[in-house]
């Protein structure tokens, strides 16, 4: 099993170009997570998607759009991209929001972008 | 939301010792999980521990939900050890979703 995949690993953009990050989990999990990681902060929750269908913002959601394209696949867009969304951006999945039981967790690589 | 806040926020260590990384919150959670970022950027889950004390390995982890805070502990350290440690809570008052604190970043020397 691949857990969560995650495309490209490295981007540099320019700043008003726009990107699509890929993110696509083979364990069947019903719940999927974009956070961006920046020196010092931690990872700060941008969108989630609590199962197939929704989407809901998180701490950080300006400047961001995302699709649940389906239960597997889960992509954040920068539609115009600025300087200060130089992050690393990781994709996680988890069996279901909320869940009453164990349900941890499951990281992708990450994608490291640079906005010039 | 909920608040949660990790120390210390710098780790140095020789290879060998023992360490304690700590997690305070400031809500009730029904779940909290520690993971390990390592130097290349991989995050790991290391335990999924609402309560109660795990050990795997040369790592513990002991959750006391009623006075809010974790424990993380570290023996006899090893350089693999390196990277930075966060933990994660999923509360009421946070919907759930996981909400990470700013993390430990240990060094540990041969």
């Known amino acids: 099993n691949a857990g969560v995949t995650q495309t490209p690993k490295f981007q540099v953009l320019k700043t008003g170009q726009s990107m699509t990050l890929q993110c696509a989990q083979d364990?069947?999990?019903?719940?999927m997570y974009w956070y961006r990681q920046d020196p010092g902060m931690g990872l700060r929750l941008i969108y989630y998607?609590?199962?197939?269908?929704?989407?809901d913002k998180g701490e950080v959601p300006n400047g961001y759009n995302v699709s649940r394209l389906n239960k597997r696949e889960f992509s954040l867009r920068l539609e115009s991209a600025a300087p200060s969304q130089t992050s690393v951006y990781f994709c996680?999945?988890?069996?279901?929001?909320?869940?009453?039981?164990?349900?941890?967790?499951?990281f992708g690589n990450g994608t490291r972008l640079t906005v010039t | 939301g909920i608040q949660v806040e990790q120390s210390p926020p710098d780790l140095i260590l020789q290879e060998g010792a023992n360490s304690t990384l700590r997690c305070n919150f400031s809500?009730?959670?029904?779940?909290l999980q520690w993971f390990h970022q390592n130097p290349w950027g991989q995050l790991i889950n290391l335990f999924y521990?609402?309560?109660g004390t795990k050990q795997n390995g040369r790592l513990s982890a002991t959750t006391v939900a009623t006075e809010r805070y974790s424990l993380l502990y570290i023996s006899s350290s090893q350089t693999t050890d390196s990277g930075v440690y966060f933990c994660?809570?999923?509360?009421?008052?946070?919907?759930?979703?996981?909400?990470f604190g700013r993390g430990t970043s240990l060094i540990v020397h041969p």
């Open positions: 996680a999945s988890s069996e279901e929001v909320g869940f009453i039981g164990y349900s941890p967790l499951h």
């Open positions: 364990m069947n999990h019903n719940s």
């Open positions: 998607s609590a199962s197939e269908g929704t989407t």
């Open positions: 809500d009730s959670v029904n779940n």
């Open positions: 521990i609402p309560s």
């Open positions: 994660a809570v999923e509360s009421w008052g946070g919907s759930y979703i996981p909400t």
